[in-house]
């Protein structure tokens, strides 16, 4: 779902099309996702099965999103999130002590 200029209601419609289920992949890159559609993904009990999120190259996402995402009991699983990290927050912080390698600028 790369570069095609979803917004959040994609988002919404993608969680509440596939409900119960969760792909294990998620790759959202360069779209128009914000803090609204991270909080979307974050609250969604079936992103339990998510193993790999990426949403990085959506400006309108900041660093409450990015929070958002790494602080959801729902996306405990996951082996690899590419998500805006803002210099000088404690998001990254919070990143590094999470996820052991960088997420190889996706």
Do not use: Q
């Amino acid at each position: 779902l790369d570069s095609n200029g979803i917004g959040t209601p994609a988002v919404r419609e993608l969680v509440r099309g596939f409900g119960d289920f969760c792909p294990p992949i998620l790759w959202m890159t360069y779209n128009r996702l914000d803090d609204r559609a991270a909080e979307l993904l974050a609250n969604w009990p079936a992103a339990k099965a998510l193993r790999v999120l990426h949403l990085k190259h959506n400006s309108a996402m900041t660093a409450a999103g990015s929070r958002a995402l790494l602080e959801s009991e729902h996306l405990k699983n996951l082996d690899s999130l590419g998500v805006p990290l803002p210099e000088g927050d404690d998001v990254v912080r919070v990143y590094g002590e999470r996820f052991r390698k960088p997420d190889a600028g996706y």
